[in-house]
Nanobody, 124 residues
């Protein structure tokens, strides 16, 4: 089983950038499809981005396409989320998650391993 720990969250002004990291330990990291989700106060957790086991395929929510980039380094057991042009409405707790699903799936119930989350606050 993989243990996931996110980092890199913080306070940023609108239009700014942040890079989130998710470090994994345990079972071979490369056997998992990885995803980033976020949950704003009072809202449901939503899919942000996903990346295949090899890193060759990615998938994004429409709202972040062109601004966010997901990547992974299997040698370092780490997945990243580069977030540019951040908006105040993207203030949320960001979670990384892992699934053994081969396609990059979006529903959170497909992901059985989760990190503790990292807070991202975008000020206007």
């Amino acid at each position: 089983q993989v243990h996931l720990v996110e980092s890199g969250g913080g306070l940023v002004q609108a239009g700014g950038s942040l890079r989130l990291s998710c470090a994994a330990s345990g079972r071979p990291f490369s056997s998992y499809t990885m995803g980033w989700f976020r949950q704003a106060p009072g809202q449901e957790r939503e899919f942000v981005a996903g990346i295949s086991r090899s890193g060759y395929s990615t998938r994004y929510a429409e709202t972040v396409k062109g601004r966010f980039t997901i990547s992974r380094d299997n040698a370092k057991n780490t997945v990243y989320l580069q977030m540019n042009s951040l908006k105040p409405e993207e203030t949320a707790v960001y979670y990384c998650a892992a699934t053994t699903s081969v396609p990059i799936v979006t529903p959170q119930y497909n992901y059985n391993l989760w990190g503790q989350g990292t807070q991202v606050t975008v000020s206007s």
